[in-house]
């Protein structure tokens, strides 16, 4: 598991940072929704990690385990909303970005 883990770190920081070289070079705002679609899919991906950690080693109770988790998941859309309304940030591109992510971590799980 762990050298699954450490290959997702791998593929998904080499690809933010080559979708965000690609937008430097070309400017396109497609590729900006990529870069940052990937960025909050990493993130996304990995706070769920941290949150797992946590109350696998503490035994905390569920009530906690469901307040954080919807924390999370309302600082996450409220990134997303930010960054969609105030940056103008391509719509299909942000969620190509974010899939992509997402299907890496899902191939990596199956041990494809």
């Known amino acids: ?17 080559a979708s965000y070289l690609i937008f430097l070079y070309s400017k396109q705002v497609f590729i900006e929704g990529i870069f940052f679609g990937i960025g909050l899919s ?17 035994q ?28 103008s940030i391509d719509l299909i591109g942000f969620l190509t970005g974010f899939s992509v992510i997402l299907i890496v971590f899902i191939l990596l799980i199956q041990g494809k």
């Open 1 to 17: 598991m762990q050298k699954n883990k450490s290959l997702f770190n791998l593929i998904s920081i080499n690809l933010l940072i």
């Open 60 to 87: 905390k109770s569920k009530a906690s385990m469901f307040i954080l988790s919807i924390l999370k998941i309302v600082l996450l859309a409220g990134i997303a909303i930010f960054l969609l309304r105030n940056l």
């Open 42 to 58: 990493y993130l996304n991906i990995k706070s769920t990690e941290i949150i797992a950690k946590f109350f696998t080693k503490t």
